[in-house]
C-alpha cells in the first residue's frame, strides 16, 4: 500500500465507523417510532372502549 | 448562537467538510513524513475527543455521587460510550498511520499506546460492570465510582509521552507550545473544533434517544 492510500483509509475508516454509528441511531429511532405507534394504538382502544362503557374505564381514587 | 440539533448537527457536518478539506488539500505537506502526517489532522483531535469524553463521564458520575440526581447516571453512561467509540477509532487511525510511518501496525514497546489501550479497555470493561447488575440506585453508584476511577488513567496517559524517553511517538504540544507552522496548527485547530462539535451532537443525539428509551418504557408499565 502507499501511503496516500493508508492517508484514505485513516479517514475512510473514521467516515464508515460514523456512518454506523448513525445507522445504529436510525434503527433505534425507528423502533422507537414503532413502539410509541404501538402505544397510541392502545390508548386509542382503551378510550373507545371507555366510551361504549363507561364503567370499564380506569376508576378515579373515591374519598372514603 | 446555534442550539437546535438539527442546527448544530448541520453545522457540525459542515466544519467535518472543511476540516477534512484543510487537512488533504490545502495543509501543506510535511517535509519529515511526507503525505502520511495529514493522519494527525484527525488522530489527534479524535484522541483529544476521546479523553474529553472519559472525563465529561466521570464528572457527571461525580456529580451524581455528589447530588444524588439520577439524571447524570444516563449523561455518564452516555459521554463513556461516546469515549469508547472514539477511543476505537484513536486506536485505529493511529494504526494506520504508525504502519504508514514506522511500518509496524502496533508497538508494545510504545508506553503512550500502551496506556490509551488500557485506558480504552478499562472503560470496556465498565459496559460489562453495568449491564451485570440490575437497574437500579446501586447500578447508578456502582457505574459511578467505577468511572470516577478511570479519570485517573487519562493524565497517567496522557503524561506519559512526556515523560518516558526514547519513543518513536512524536511529541507536537510541549512547554514551548505547538511544535508546528501556523498553517498546521490552524488546520490541527479547525480539525479539533470539527470533531469536538461532532461528538457532542451524537451525545445530545444518543442522549435524547434513551430519554425517549426510558419515558416510553415507563409509559408501557402504566398501561399494563
Request: charged letters at 15%; a neutral charge; proline letters at 3%.
Amino acid at each position: 500500500m502507499t501511503q496516500g492510500q493508508y492517508v484514505a483509509a485513516a479517514y475512510g475508516a473514521v467516515f464508515v465507523l460514523v456512518l454506523v454509528y448513525v445507522a445504529i441511531i436510525a434503527a433505534k429511532l425507528v423502533r422507537l417510532q414503532r413502539e410509541t405507534a404501538a402505544l397510541l394504538e392502545l390508548a386509542r382502544g382503551r378510550e373507545a372502549a371507555a366510551r361504549r362503557d363507561p364503567a370499564s374505564a380506569v376508576e378515579a381514587p373515591t374519598e372514603s | 448562537m446555534i442550539r437546535s440539533l438539527p442546527g448544530l448537527a448541520a453545522f457540525a457536518a459542515g466544519l467535518m467538510g472543511l476540516a477534512v478539506v484543510l487537512a488533504l488539500i490545502v495543509a501543506p505537506e510535511d517535509a519529515d513524513q511526507g503525505i502520511s502526517q495529514r493522519v494527525f489532522y484527525i488522530h489527534v483531535p479524535i484522541a483529544l475527543t476521546a479523553y474529553f469524553c472519559f472525563g465529561l463521564g466521570a464528572w457527571k458520575a461525580l456529580l451524581l455521587l455528589w447530588r444524588g440526581d439520577e439524571r447524570y447516571d444516563l449523561e455518564s453512561y452516555v459521554a463513556i460510550h461516546q469515549g469508547t467509540i472514539f477511543g476505537a477509532l484513536t486506536l485505529i487511525t493511529g494504526s494506520i498511520w504508525a504502519k504508514a510511518s514506522w511500518g509496524h501496525w502496533w508497538l508494545w514497546s510504545e508506553n503512550q499506546l500502551v496506556l490509551f489501550l488500557t485506558l480504552f479497555l478499562f472503560y470496556c470493561a465498565y459496559f460489562m460492570l453495568r449491564f451485570s447488575l440490575e437497574e437500579g440506585p446501586r447500578r447508578a453508584r456502582s457505574s459511578a465510582v467505577y468511572a470516577l476511577f478511570g479519570v485517573v488513567l487519562i493524565p497517567v496517559s496522557f503524561l506519559a509521552i512526556r515523560l518516558a524517553e526514547g519513543l518513536i511517538h512524536p511529541t507536537v504540544f510541549t512547554r514551548g507550545g505547538p511544535q508546528m507552522s501556523g498553517s498546521i496548527f490552524a488546520t490541527f485547530c479547525v480539525g479539533w473544533a470539527a470533531v469536538t462539535l461532532l461528538a457532542y451532537v451524537l451525545y445530545r443525539v444518543e442522549l435524547a434517544g434513551k430519554r425517549v428509551d426510558t419515558d416510553l418504557r415507563e409509559l408501557r408499565e402504566l398501561f399494563e
